[in-house]
C-alpha cells in the first residue's frame, strides 16, 4: 500500500526517533535567583535545535547544565534514557564548543584537534591520521596540521574548534554562540557550512545564540527564552509564522504592535483611531483585550479602491534603503509605524507622502500578551 | 629666543640619557667597588687600589669554611624553590582561578607577610621555634624562607593564571580528560612560564636572604651570613670575593633562567 505523505511532514527520524536527551522541569538557582526556571524540552537525534534569547535569558546556564559543567538545583536530563544530572563532562557523550572556543594555544593544529584521541590513549601515528580526515570534513589544508593554532585566523580557528569536536565522537555537539565573533560575511558562510556539517554528520547539535537571524538560518526547531523559561519551542516558521506572545513575535524581527479593546462583537484601536477586524487569536482564547502584531512586510500602501481589512492614514516621514527592500515609517497620530516594499513596489519620488496603510486580518497575529 | 621643537627634544633626550646613566652608576657602581676590593693584594680595605691581585679569590675558593657555607645557601634556596613552587602553584590557582567563600580574605592574608620587616618576621620566627622547642638549624632557615617567599611566589604565578582562559580547562574536561589530566596537558603548561619565574624567585630570594637566615638558621651560617659575621669582625678581602661570587652566581642562573625560556618558546609549533 501506498502513503501519500505532506510535502511539509517533518522528516521520518523526527517522528519516530525517541528522543535523545530529555529535561523535566530542570531548575537552576545561584544564591536566591532563579537563572533557569522549570524547562521541559525533548530534542529529537539528529535534529538542529536552537535555543535563542536575549543575553541574560539563562540560555548559557542551560547548556552548561546540558554539558554537565553545572548541575540542575531541581528536575533531571536524561540522555537516551539514563539520568545524567550529575554525570561529570568527561563522561558524556556531548562535547561543547566554546564561545571563545577555548583552542589550547600551546598545541598545534592538529594537536587540538587529536586532542580527545590523545586523552584516550591512541597511538601518534593513528591520531595524526584521524586529524588529516577531520581537517578535511572541516576544509582546512593539510599543512596545518603543525600550524600553532594562534596564527590561524578566526575563521580557520572556528573550523578546528569544530573538528576537535568531530574528534570526540559525540552523540550531541553543542555550541555557545561560536560565530559571535566573526564579521558578518564569514559568519553567514560559517552558517551554512555548520548546517551541511550537520545534515553529513548526522549528529545532534544544540545551539545557542542571540541572534534569531542566525537561528533561523541553520535550524530544525527553535526554542525561544526569555528569563529563564522557553517561552516557544517551534520550527523556524512556527516561531516566525506564529508567535505565542508579543516578546517571541519582537525577537524575530521589527513589527507594528497594536492594542485593541473589544467592544461586543467590534475591536477598538487604543492607541490609533477606529475599528478593526482580528483574526482569532491561535490558542482560541476569549479576549476582552489583545495586541495586534504586523509584520512590516505584510503592510502596504493603499491606492484609492484597494480593499483591505484594515487601514490607516499617516504621513511617510521616514525611508530607509534595506538593500533589495525600503522601509518607510509612517506616523500614525502618536504611533509609528513600519511598512516595508521591495524596491519594485516603493513609492514614486513625486507621490503624496499623506498615504494610507493598511492590512489583512490573515496576515497579522492577535495575541493576548 | 624661543625653542624649536627640535632643540626642545634635543634637551629632553640628553636629560633622559643624563637621568638613566646616574640610576645605572648608583645602581651597579657599589657592585663594581666590591668586584675591585676583591681583587686588592692587600688585607685591608681602601682605594685606591695599589697592587692588584687574584690571590684572595684563590683562598675563597679553597676554604672549607665557605665550601660549606656555600652548599648550606645552595641546600636551602634549593628545598626553599622545590617547596615553595608547589605550595604556590596551588595556592596561585586558588588566589586566581577558583571562586570559594573567603577567597578575598586569604587574597589579603597570604600577601601580608610580604611587607612584615624581615628581622621582625626573623625573630618572631626564632621566639617560636624556641617556644616549641625546636632546635634551629638550616631547616628551620627554610621553614623562615618559605614563610617570606611562598607569598611572592605565589604572586607571580598568580600573575600567569589571571592571564588563561578557564574554558581552556573546561573545554579539556568536556574532551575526556580526567582531572589529573587536564591538569598535566593544560594548567600545567599554560602555567609554566609563571611556574619558571616563581622558582627562579624563589631561589635567587633565598640565596640573597640575610635577616631571616641570621635569625632562624642557628650554628649553621650561609653566604649573607658570613658576609656580614666577616664584615663586622676580622675582614679580608675574601668577603668581597665571595659577595662577588654569590652576585655572578645568581646573575648567571637569571641569564640562564632566561635562555631556556627562550628555547621553551621557540620549541612552539611554528
Known amino acids: ?369 | 629666543m624661543a625653542t624649536t621643537p627640535a632643540v626642545a627634544r634635543r634637551r629632553t633626550n640628553t636629560l633622559i640619557w643624563i637621568w638613566t646613566a646616574f640610576v645605572l652608576i648608583a645602581v651597579y657602581l657599589p657592585i663594581v667597588c666590591g668586584a675591585l676590593a676583591s681583587f686588592n693584594k692587600s688585607r685591608y680595605f681602601g682605594f685606591p687600589i695599589k697592587v692588584y691581585a687574584t690571590e684572595w679569590w684563590q683562598k675563597t675558593l679553597d676554604s672549607i669554611e665557605i665550601g660549606m657555607l656555600v652548599r648550606n645557601s645552595i641546600a636551602i634556596a634549593l628545598l626553599v624553590t622545590a617547596i615553595s613552587v608547589v605550595i604556590a602553584t596551588f595556592g596561585a590557582l586558588a588566589f586566581a582561578r577558583y571562586d570559594w567563600k573567603g577567597r578575598r580574605l586569604y587574597q589579603k592574608l597570604i600577601l601580608l607577610p610580604v611587607f612584615f620587616p624581615q628581622p621582625v618576621l626573623g625573630l618572631a620566627l626564632l621566639l617560636g621555634f624556641n617556644a616549641v622547642g625546636i632546635q634551629t638549624s638550616w631547616l628551620t632557615a627554610v621553614f623562615a624562607h618559605l614563610v617570606w617567599i611562598v607569598p611572592v611566589v605565589t604572586l607571580v604565578i598568580a600573575i600567569q593564571v589571571y592571564g588563561f582562559d578557564p574554558s581552556l580547562e573546561e573545554a579539556a574536561y568536556d574532551l575526556g580528560c580526567t582531572r589529573v589530566q587536564v591538569f598535566r596537558e593544560v594548567t600545567l603548561p599554560l602555567l609554566w612560564p609563571g611556574i619558571w619565574s616563581g622558582m627562579l624567585f624563589a631561589f635567587l630570594l633565598s640565596w640573597s636572604n640575610f635577616p631571616l637566615s641570621l635569625y632562624t638558621a642557628g650554628a649553621d651560617s650561609t653566604i649573607p651570613k658570613w658576609l656580614y659575621a666577616k664584615m663586622v669582625a676580622g675582614y679580608t678581602p675574601m668577603v668581597p670575593a665571595l659577595g662577588t661570587m654569590a652576585t655572578l652566581g645568581a646573575a648567571s642562573l637569571l641569564l640562564g633562567g632566561g635562555l631556556i625560556m627562550l628555547l621553551l618558546r621557540r620549541r612552539q609549533p611554528a
Open chain 1, 1 to 369: 500500500m501506498f502513503q501519500t505523505i505532506p510535502a511539509d511532514a517533518p522528516p521520518a527520524h523526527a517522528a519516530t526517533a525517541l528522543p535523545i536527551l530529555q529535561l523535566v522541569g530542570v531548575r537552576k538557582m545561584f544564591g536566591g535567583f532563579a537563572a533557569v526556571e522549570g524547562i521541559d524540552l525533548d530534542v529529537r537525534e539528529g535534529e538542529f535545535l536552537t535555543i535563542v534569547g536575549p543575553s541574560g535569558s539563562g540560555k548559557t546556564t542551560l547548556l552548561r547544565m546540558l554539558a554537565g559543567m553545572d548541575q540542575p538545583s531541581e528536575g533531571n536530563i536524561t540522555l537516551r534514557g539514563e539520568l545524567i544530572n550529575d554525570m561529570p563532562p568527561n563522561r558524556r557523550p556531548t562535547c561543547l564548543v566554546f564561545q571563545s572556543l577555548a583552542l589550547f594555544p600551546h598545541k598545534s593544529v592538529g594537536e587540538n584537534i587529536a586532542f580527545a584521541l590523545k586523552v584516550k590513549g591512541v597511538d601518534a601515528a593513528t591520531r595524526k591520521k584521524r586529524a588529516l580526515e577531520l581537517m578535511r570534513v572541516v576544509r582546512l589544508p593539510d599543512n596545518y596540521h603543525d600550524k600553532n593554532v594562534m596564527k590561524c585566523s578566526g575563521g580557520e580557528r572556528q573550523r578546528v574548534a569544530l573538528a576537535r569536536a568531530f574528534a570526540y565522537d559525540p552523540d550531541v555537539l553543542f555550541f555557545d554562540e561560536p560565530l559571535s565573533a566573526l564579521d558578518y560575511k564569514l559568519k553567514k558562510a560559517l552558517e551554512k557550512e555548520l548546517k551541511d556539517l550537520h545534515r553529513e554528520t548526522g549528529k545532534t547539535f544544540i545551539y545557542i545564540t542571540h541572534s534569531l537571524e542566525e537561528a533561523m538560518v541553520m535550524s530544525d526547531r527553535i526554542g525561544v527564552m526569555r528569563a529563564g523559561k522557553l517561552v516557544q519551542v517551534g520550527t523556524p516558521e512556527e516561531i516566525y509564522g506564529a508567535p505565542v506572545d508579543r516578546f517571541v513575535s519582537e525577537f524575530v524581527g521589527e513589527v507594528n504592535t497594536l492594542k485593541m479593546t473589544r467592544a461586543g462583537a467590534e475591536w477598538h484601536g487604543v492607541d490609533v483611531p477606529g475599528t478593526f477586524t482580528l483574526a482569532p487569536p491561535k490558542d482560541g482564547a476569549a479576549l476582552d483585550e489583545a495586541f495586534v502584531v504586523i509584520r512590516p512586510e505584510y503592510m502596504r500602501f493603499l491606492a484609492p479602491g484597494d480593499r483591505a481589512d484594515n487601514r490607516l492614514s499617516g504621513a511617510v516621514y521616514n525611508e530607509y534603503s534595506l538593500g533589495s527592500r525600503i522601509q518607510y515609517q509612517v506616523r500614525v497620530g502618536e504611533k509609528v509605524m513600519l511598512v516595508e516594499l521591495s524596491r519594485a513596489h516603493a513609492l514614486a519620488p513625486g507621490a503624496s507622502r499623506e498615504v494610507t496603510i493598511g492590512w489583512d486580518a490573515a496576515d497579522a497575529f492577535t495575541l493576548g500578551s
